[in-house]
């Protein structure tokens, strides 16, 4: 599958498209195909060497993304191949497919977009817990 990697660390001329093999998922996990991704601070800090993947998780950018799932570990029952889904990762997201937690998949509602939906599970939530739990806006 092809998926965006670092050269080295720096600037986005350090990004390339390579071709590396499929993720697989574990029992508790669904393997996404991914359509959307978005892209956040966290993810121009990792590609300026600032921000470590966490251990064992993928060196692969991208902390958020929507698609579709097209396999599940043996173990999964709440969620189906062919569900539309957006998650929150630990790395992964910059590639055609990521193998995730199940139950970090969140469902997609109908009306909206990939790529509506893959700003939503960092970049989003983050603002909206910011400004509504920790800040108390209001009307």
């Not at 990697?5 to 669904?30: A, H, K």
């Not at 993810?43 to 692969?60: F, V, W």
């Not at 189906?80 to 889904?85: I, T």
Request: charged share 20%; proline share 6%.
């Amino acid at each position: 599958m092809r998926a965006v990697t670092i050269t080295e660390f720096g600037g986005p001329e350090n990004l390339r498209i390579s071709s590396i093999p499929d993720p697989t998922c574990d029992d508790d996990q669904v393997l996404v195909e991914v359509h959307a991704t978005a892209l956040n601070r966290a993810d121009l800090l990792q590609r300026r060497g600032k921000y470590a993947p966490p251990q064992g998780e993928s060196e692969i950018m991208g902390l958020e993304c929507a698609g579709v799932v097209v396999a599940r570990g043996a173990s999964v029952n709440q969620v189906k191949v062919g569900d539309r889904v957006m998650a929150l990762l630990a790395g992964g997201g910059y590639a055609e497919r990521v193998a995730i937690d199940a139950r970090m998949a969140i469902p997609i509602p109908d009306s909206l977009s990939f790529v509506e939906a893959a700003a939503i599970p960092e970049a989003f939530l983050t603002a909206r817990e910011a400004l509504f739990s920790l800040g108390n806006l209001g009307a």
